[in-house]
Nanobody, 124 residues
Framework: QVQLVESGGGLVQAGGSLKLSCAAS????????MAWFRQVPGKEREFVAG????????AYTDSVTGRFTISRDSGKNTVYLQMSSLKPEDTAVYYC?????????????????WGQGTQVTVSA
């Protein structure tokens, strides 16, 4: 069992930056692929960024490539999402998710543990 707690969301102006954190409980953090998803009302949850269990592979959705960076610190059982050059269309609830290590890291249905979400609002 893994519990995930996100933090770092908030209100920021377009062009600004935020860093989200996701703290994971449990002693097997290093065995999990981790990812960030986001969702706006009325739309499906969208993959944003993922990182494999070792930190050696990452993936991003096209709209955030070059602006967002996912990283993990196994010593702190934490995964981060550094978001820069934020746009109003990045406004959403951001969720952290975890799954057992595997080849695919961008598919929501593969993730079994989810955080409660943190709101990110980007004003124009």
């Amino acid at each position: 069992q893994v519990q995930l707690v996100e933090s770092g969301g908030g209100l920021v102006q377009a062009g600004g930056s935020l860093k989200l954190s996701c703290a994971a409980s449990g002693r097997t953090f290093s065995r999990y692929d981790m990812a960030w998803f986001r969702q706006v009302p009325g739309k499906e949850r969208e993959f944003v960024a993922g990182i494999n269990w070792s930190g050696g592979a990452t993936a991003y959705t096209d709209s955030v490539t070059g602006r967002f960076t996912i990283s993990r610190d196994s010593g702190k059982n934490t995964v981060y999402l550094q978001m820069s050059s934020l746009k109003p269309e990045d406004t959403a609830v951001y969720y952290c998710a975890a799954k057992w290590a595997g080849a695919v890291i961008d598919t929501a249905t593969l993730y079994v543990y989810w955080g409660q979400g943190t709101q990110v609002t980007v004003s124009a």
